[in-house]
Antibody, heavy 118, light 108 residues
Framework: EVQLVESGGGLVQPGGSLRLSCAAS????????MHWVRQAPGKGLVWVSR????????SYADSVKGRFTISRDNAKNTLYLQMNSLRAEDTAVYYC???????????WGQGTLVTVSS | SYELTQPPSVSVSPGQTARITCSGD??????AYWYQQKPGQAPVLVIY???ERPSGIPERFSGSSSGTTVTLTISGVQAEDEADYYC???????????FGTGTKVTVL
């Protein structure tokens, strides 16, 4: 069974940092591109970043470029999102998601809540 | 930045047909995907590559594409289909993903 479990969320002050993790199981993690997607309370889905199987293709939404860094450890079956210079508008549930062979995000974690507030 | 536009809401009676549109300039070049999200839950992929349905998704869900607009159709709507629906695609280069603004489907 495919499972994605996010962790690392919490309350952080503006300007602070946080590192999210997404532990994958039930599939060959190294064969799949992975994504982060966020959703502010009561708002819609927003794509954040993606990481190819080997790191040859990485991209970020304009809203996080230069502040967030996506990475993965295929040996540990884990995806990461390092978030720096956090702002109130970064408050959201952060989901990790697997990109299936047809391009859609076919499996999602349950999300981890990040709250940026003083 | 690239945007995908959806109607904010669609209301439909049980057994009727709901149609949700999604418009974007790059849709003729990039596939569209549709997700269903119920309150407090993660999204679920219901349509991929414009018209394909993943295994386990009921046949009443279908997708179509015409020019810069893609459409999710739910035929014979059931109460359990009440949810938010999002389209998703990429910019013309395929580098940046984008989600639509979302549509709340209400079953009357």
């Amino acid at each position: 069974e495919v499972q994605l479990v996010e962790s690392g969320g919490g309350l952080v002050q503006p300007g602070g940092s946080l590192r999210l993790s997404c532990a994958a199981s039930g599939f060959t993690f190294s064969n799949y591109w992975m994504h982060w997607v966020r959703q502010a309370p009561g708002k819609g889905l927003v794509w954040v970043s993606r990481f190819s199987t080997d790191g040859s293709s990485i991209s970020y939404a304009d809203s996080v470029k230069g502040r967030f860094t996506i990475s993965r450890d295929n040996a540990k079956n884990t995806l990461y999102l390092q978030m720096n210079s956090l702002r109130a508008e970064d408050t959201a549930v952060y989901y990790c998601a697997r990109a299936g062979p047809d391009g859609g995000l076919d499996f999602w974690g349950q999300g981890t809540l990040v709250t940026v507030s003083s | 930045s690239y945007e995908l536009t959806q109607p904010p809401s669609v209301s439909v009676s049980p057994g009727q047909t709901a149609r949700i549109t999604c418009s974007g300039d790059a849709l003729p070049k990039q596939y569209a995907y549709w997700y269903q999200q119920k309150p407090g839950q993660a999204p679920v992929l219901v349509i991929y590559k414009d018209t394909e349905r993943p295994s386990g998704i009921p046949e009443r869900f279908s997708g179509s594409s015409s020019g810069t607009t893609v459409t999710l159709t739910i035929s014979g709507v059931q109460a359990e289909d009440e949810a938010d629906y999002y389209c998703q695609s990429a910019d013309s280069s395929g580098t940046f993903y984008v989600f639509g603004t979302g549509t709340k489907v209400t079953v009357l």
